[in-house]
């Protein structure tokens, strides 16, 4: 298997942004409190995942944690303010958009990462608790390296997740399964998370980055059109009137392909009635 040659792709604190073959790769980069993160964290992998999506030579989006200890941690403990996550004590007004003033960054980067036409997929080593575990759930894939841990820990630090948390968690496991998650707070070995459709491999640490790279080439080389239009038909019913405006908006960006959609443009553009009856009444 040939290696992959990252070249970094934005200067970045918190995170490392990194590309190569068709494929970004977004790493949390605070191995000193287990990839927890801080709303500057999550702020810049939102800037990261723009540049992906908007960048054509990118196909398929790898989200992951710096080291072999945690893919992440969740919010960053020590700046939960009482009202969410902060900035830093000492340093209230650093991040522009307001981290001064307490809220979940996080909710923003979950309904990004869903709302991404590529596919998102978390390689997870160590720990992908809290907020962390939440991260890799809703991301399309998971790789797993044989010493990950899962698990939620909410009820035992005050905090729960009742967004994609627990709806997408559900999908995911099965309710019962989910519940038994977040009620004890149990860790889940990568074996056992496998087993319960947590994850989608899990390989040997050591292995980890190729085999999740392995994946992404193997999705590089499918239409792109067509993971688009999987990924927003898996989520339109999950994500509701949002998830169907995806869909139906995908399914616009097709029209406006075709003869039929474009005689209507051309029609206005000429200042003439436009003649539909060319085109057939499909049964
Ligand atoms: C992750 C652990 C299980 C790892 O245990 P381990 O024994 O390997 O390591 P240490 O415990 O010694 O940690 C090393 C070092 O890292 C610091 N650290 C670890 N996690 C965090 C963290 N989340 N925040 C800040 N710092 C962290 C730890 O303090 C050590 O540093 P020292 O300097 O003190 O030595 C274990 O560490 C662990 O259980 N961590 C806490 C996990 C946690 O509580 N996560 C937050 C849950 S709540 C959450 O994530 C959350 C965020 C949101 O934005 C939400 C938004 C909306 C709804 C819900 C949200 C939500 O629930």
Redesign the pocket.
């Known amino acids: 298997m040939k290696n992959i040659a990252w070249e970094i792709a934005g200067e970045f604190e918190d995170i490392k942004y990194e590309k190569a073959e068709g494929i970004a790769k977004i790493t949390i980069n605070r191995p000193?409190?287990?990839n927890?993160?801080r709303p500057l964290t999550?702020i810049e992998m939102m800037r990261a995942l723009e540049d992906a999506r908007e960048d054509h030579e990118t196909g398929v989006i790898i989200l992951t944690g710096e080291g072999p200890?945690?893919f992440c941690?969740?919010?960053?403990?020590?700046?939960?303010g009482d009202a969410?996550?902060l900035d830093s004590p000492d340093a209230p007004q650093r991040t522009p958009g307001g981290a001064s003033v307490g809220r979940?960054?996080?909710?923003d980067l979950h309904v990004q990462i869903r709302r991404c036409p590529k596919p998102v997929v978390a390689m997870v080593a160590?720990?992908a608790?809290?907020?962390?575990h939440?991260l890799h759930v809703v991301c399309d894939l998971t790789i797993a390296a044989d010493n990950a841990?899962f698990g939620?820990?909410?009820p035992?630090?005050g905090?729960?997740?009742?967004?994609f948390?627990a709806s997408v968690l559900t999908q995911l496991v099965g309710p019962k399964r989910a519940k038994e998650i977040w009620f004890l707070c149990r860790?889940y070995s990568s074996d056992e998370a496998y087993e319960m459709g947590l994850v989608n491999k899990v390989v040997p640490l050591a292995e980890l980055e190729t085999e999740t790279v392995t994946w992404c080439r193997e999705m590089l080389e499918r239409s792109p059109f067509a993971l688009r239009l999987l990924k927003a038909s898996f989520h339109a019913h999950e994500d509701g009137f949002a998830g169907i405006q995806q869909l139906a908006h995908d399914a616009n960006l097709l029209f406006y392909g075709s003869e039929e959609a474009r005689e209507g443009r051309d029609a206005f553009k000429e200042k003439r009635s436009p003649d539909f009856s060319q085109f057939p009444r499909r049964p």
């Open positions: 000193e409190v287990r927890a993160f999550v200890d945690a941690s969740g919010g960053d403990q020590k700046v939960r969410g996550y979940f960054h996080v909710t160590g720990y608790v809290g907020g962390g939440v841990k939620q820990v909410g035992r630090v905090s729960f997740d009742g967004g948390g860790m």
